[in-house]
C-alpha cells in the first residue's frame, strides 16, 4: 500500500482546495506590484523611477504606468542589467548569483537575464502550485512514490564575473528544493554532462533503474531522447520500460505539431499539461484535465501588463507604438491577442517579453501562449501570425497523412519579387511543389490579408522538405550546442533563411 502516495495525496488534494483565485484580478495583481516596489524601492532603478512616489498614490497601478517607461531586452540589459553584473542594488536588491542565457530563436547572441533568490523563490512557488494542481487530475496515489525525469539544458554552469549562467532550466536544476531530491531524475549527476549526446546517453543507460510517471521538457527533444532509450534498449514503446508513464509536461514550442510522432512512441496515451516557464520567469501551468490552456500565476510575485496586439497597441509591421494602450489583468478580454509585459523579482520592469497571449477563461485566468510578436510574418503585409501559421502547418500535417514536426518560414525577394520560403521538417518525403501549391490555399483561407497579398506583392510560395534532423543539426552549429531550451525559429530573417537553405543544400 503507497502509505506516503497517500500521505502526499491527500496534502495536495487539501491544498488545492485552498488555493481559491482571487475574486478581484486588479487587486490581486496591485498587491503583487506594491511587494515588487517595496523591495526594489532603494534600488538605483527604483530611485531613479520613483518607486517611493508611486507607492503613495491612491492608483499604484496607474502611478507606476506613468513613471516606469516599457522595456525591451536590449533597452534593460544596456541602461541596467549589464551593471548589475558588476554592482549591487540596480535594478533589485543584492547582485544575482545566476544570469540565465536565453537562447533566443530570433538571434544568435544569448541575452543575459539575472536570476536573484527571490526569482528562484517564484519559480518554485509557481511549481509548488503546479504540483498542487494534480489534485485535479485522476492520478493513483502510487504516482507520488515515483520518479520524474525534467530534460533541461546542462546544469554545468559557467562562471562570468561574479556569477554562474547557464540556460535557466539548468539553472533550475540545480535548485531544486531537498524533499524533490529522491524524485528528480535524471540527478544533479547527469544533469551537469554539459555534452548533450553524453548526457542522453548517460540518461538511457540509467533509464531501466528508474520507474518515470512523469517527464518534462521541449517537445522535440523529449522525443529524440526517448527515441534514445528506445533504442538503446530495443523496446517497442517507452512504456515497455516505464509502464506507469501518464503524465508530459511540455513547454517553450507548442505541443500540436509533435504529438503524432508522440504517440508513435507509447502504447497508451499520456495526459498533456503545458507550461509556460521561460527564462523571466515561471508566468503559467496546465491546473486541470481536458485542456492545454494554463492558468496564469498571479500571486506568485510577477505583475503583469497586457498590450493588444492590433492596431491599438502595434503598427502594420508589428513594431510597437510610441504610446500603445496598456490593460492589468482586471482590464482584459477573451480572445484578444495580447503582448506581455512583466515586472518581476528579477529586476524586470515592464518587460516586453515577446511572447503574445490569449485568454480563453477569464473566471480560471487561463489562456494560451498565441505567438512572438516577432513572429509575425508581414513583409509584404500578409500579417501572418504564429497561431496561423502553426494552423496552416496542422491541416497541411492532417490533408498529407504525414507529420511535420517542425517549421520555418521567411519572406525573401528574388529578382525583384517576394515569395515565402518553407521549410519543413518531416521524416517522410513529400512533393514540395504540390505541399507548396496545398499550402498556400490553406493560408489564404485562414487569413484575408494573406490572400490579398497573394493577388498583390507576394508572387510565390516555395516549400523544402527535410528531415527534423537536418534542422536540428542546423541549430547545434549555429548555436554550438543543442538539448534544452533551444528552439527552431519559426519565422526568420531572410538572411538567416538563406543561410539555413544553404546548410541544407
Known amino acids: 500500500m503507497p502509505i506516503v502516495g497517500n500521505l502526499i495525496k491527500t496534502a495536495l488534494e487539501l491544498n488545492s482546495k485552498l488555493q481559491s483565485l482571487p475574486e478581484d484580478a486588479r487587486q490581486a495583481q496591485s498587491d503583487q506590484l506594491q511587494g515588487l516596489l517595496e523591495k526594489s524601492k532603494a534600488t538605483a532603478f527604483g530611485c531613479y523611477h520613483g518607486f517611493s512616489t508611486a507607492l503613495e498614490s491612491d492608483d499604484l497601478i496607474g502611478a507606476f504606468q506613468q513613471q516606469v517607461p516599457i522595456h525591451d531586452y536590449n533597452k534593460l540589459h544596456q541602461r541596467w542589467w549589464k551593471q548589475q553584473q558588476d554592482f549591487p542594488d540596480i535594478t533589485w536588491p543584492g547582485q544575482p548569483k545566476y544570469f540565465a542565457l536565453s537562447s533566443g530563436t530570433?538571434?544568435?547572441?544569448?541575452?543575459?537575464?539575472?536570476?536573484?533568490?527571490?526569482?528562484?523563490?517564484?519559480?518554485?512557488?509557481?511549481?509548488?502550485?503546479?504540483?498542487?494542481?494534480?489534485?485535479?487530475?485522476?492520478?493513483?496515489?502510487?504516482?507520488?512514490?515515483?520518479?520524474?525525469?525534467?530534460?533541461?539544458?546542462?546544469?554545468?554552469?559557467?562562471?562570468?564575473?561574479?556569477?554562474?549562467?547557464?540556460?535557466?532550466?539548468?539553472?533550475?536544476?540545480?535548485?531544486?528544493?531537498?524533499?524533490?531530491?529522491?524524485?528528480?531524475?535524471?540527478?544533479?549527476?547527469?544533469?551537469?554532462?554539459s555534452d548533450w549526446d553524453e548526457r542522453v546517453a548517460a540518461i538511457a543507460k540509467a533509464a531501466p533503474e528508474w520507474d518515470v510517471v512523469a517527464i518534462a521538457g521541449i517537445p522535440s527533444w523529449v522525443r529524440m531522447m526517448l527515441i534514445k532509450i528506445i533504442e538503446v534498449h530495443q523496446l517497442e514503446t517507452i512504456h515497455d520500460l516505464w509502464p506507469n508513464l501518464r503524465i508530459y509536461?511540455?513547454?517553450?514550442?507548442?505541443?500540436?505539431?509533435?504529438?503524432?510522432?508522440?504517440?508513435?512512441?507509447?502504447?497508451?496515451?499520456?495526459?498533456?499539461?503545458?507550461?509556460?516557464?521561460?527564462?523571466?520567469?515561471?508566468?503559467?501551468?496546465?491546473?486541470?484535465?481536458?485542456?492545454?490552456?494554463?492558468?496564469?500565476?498571479?500571486?506568485?510575485g510577477v505583475f503583469y501588463e497586457f498590450i493588444p496586439f492590433d492596431e491599438r497597441g502595434f503598427d502594420e509591421t508589428g513594431k510597437l507604438l510610441d504610446d500603445p494602450l496598456v490593460l492589468h489583468l482586471g482590464q482584459v478580454e477573451e480572445g484578444q491577442d495580447y503582448a506581455l509585459l512583466v515586472s518581476t523579482p528579477a529586476g524586470a520592469w515592464r518587460y516586453l517579453i515577446g511572447d503574445t497571449i490569449k485568454f480563453t477563461d477569464l473566471a480560471r485566468f487561463e489562456m494560451v501562449i498565441s505567438g512572438r510578436t516577432k513572429y509575425f510574418l508581414n513583409v509584404v503585409g500578409s500579417q501572418l501570425s504564429e497561431e496561423k501559421l502553426n494552423t496552416g502547418i496542422e491541416q497541411l500535417s492532417d490533408e498529407l497523412g504525414v507529420e511535420i514536426n517542425e517549421f520555418a518560414v521567411a519572406a525573401i525577394k528574388e529578382d525583384g519579387e517576394y515569395l515565402h520560403q518553407w521549410v519543413l521538417g518531416t521524416n517522410k518525403d513529400i512533393d514540395e511543389q504540390a505541399a507548396a501549391q496545398r499550402l498556400d490555399k490553406l493560408l489564404q483561407a485562414l487569413n484575408k490579408n494573406y490572400k490579398v497579398a497573394r493577388s498583390k506583392a507576394l508572387k510565390a510560395v516555395r516549400v523544402k522538405a527535410v528531415r527534423p534532423t537536418q534542422l536540428y543539426s542546423w541549430l547545434e552549429a549555429r548555436k554550438d550546442k543543442k538539448g534544452g531550451q533551444i528552439k527552431l525559429p519559426k519565422v526568420m530573417k531572410e538572411k538567416m533563411m538563406v543561410k539555413l537553405i544553404s546548410h541544407l543544400t
Open 106 to 193: 530570433t538571434g544568435k547572441t544569448s541575452k543575459r537575464i539575472p536570476v536573484t533568490d527571490d526569482m528562484l523563490a517564484s519559480f518554485r512557488t509557481v511549481g509548488q502550485s503546479q504540483i498542487a494542481s494534480l489534485a485535479n487530475f485522476d492520478i493513483p496515489a502510487d504516482f507520488f512514490e515515483k520518479d520524474i525525469l525534467m530534460l533541461g539544458s546542462s546544469a554545468d554552469l559557467s562562471e562570468h564575473k561574479q556569477h554562474l549562467e547557464g540556460e535557466i532550466s539548468g539553472i533550475n536544476s540545480l535548485n531544486i528544493p531537498g524533499w524533490f531530491d529522491s524524485f528528480y531524475k535524471p540527478g544533479k549527476e547527469i544533469a551537469q554532462i
Open 249 to 300: 509536461a511540455s513547454g517553450g514550442v507548442a505541443f500540436a505539431p509533435h504529438r503524432k510522432s508522440f504517440e508513435q512512441l507509447l502504447a497508451k496515451p499520456l495526459t498533456i499539461m503545458d507550461t509556460y516557464l521561460a527564462s523571466e520567469g515561471f508566468f503559467a501551468f496546465t491546473a486541470r484535465p481536458d485542456t492545454m490552456a494554463m492558468q496564469l500565476a498571479v500571486e506568485h
